[in-house]
């Protein structure tokens, strides 16, 4: 078997190709650190801090608009989802447009939790950021930014991108 290391090292086009293999792979270096820095301390799961995050980011949005606008499959989002109601972190309330969907929402001990774990991942997030000036992140935030927007467009909708960077969610995966 041949390896393939210097084509990526000396061909252009062989890294843009591998682009998306690079991406996924630093995620899941990343979602491991994660887990192994701060989140197993918080008695949470990537799954599950996914799952908040998201609600933070949109509240009121569905189990199954999370795992759309992540990309992640919905089964392991509704797992989550219920643990976490379980627990009192997340409360589902049933939507009053529609019967079928549960909207959700952090209840205040997950909103503490949630203020806890972003306390404690401000100086891990800057341990990883901490090799890029200023202008250097700006452009990271910028071209991921990007890579979001180019990747996920329409997020199911017609009339536009997604909103989840603004509070949010376009709806499609769990109702309109």
């Known amino acids: 078997m041949q390896n393939s290391a210097p084509m990526l090292e000396n061909s252009r086009s062989g890294v843009q190709e591998f682009a998306a293999l690079r991406i996924a792979s630093l995620v899941d270096d990343l979602s491991t650190s994660v887990c192994c820095a ?3 301390g918080f008695d949470l799961n990537a799954m599950e801090w996914r ?6 980011l949109a509240p009121a949005t569905c189990a199954g608009e999370i795992g759309r606008v992540c990309g992640i499959d919905e089964l392991p989002v509704f797992r989550a989802v219920r643990k976490l109601v379980r627990r009192g972190m997340i409360k589902a309330a049933v939507d009053p447009r529609d019967g079928r969907r549960r909207l959700l929402s952090l209840t205040p001990v997950g909103v503490d939790l949630h203020r806890r774990v972003i306390l404690a991942s401000s100086a ?22 990007r890579l979001f927007m180019s990747n996920h467009p329409f997020n199911g909708r017609e009339d536009g991108p997604s909103k989840a960077r603004n509070g949010t969610l376009a709806t499609g995966a769990c109702g309109s």
Request: without cysteine.
């Open 124 to 145: 891990r997030e800057e341990m990883l950021l901490s090799g890029l000036a200023s202008e250097e992140r700006d452009t990271l935030f910028a071209l991921l930014e």
């Open 38 to 40: 701060y989140l197993s």
């Open 51 to 56: 799952v908040f995050a998201m609600i933070e």
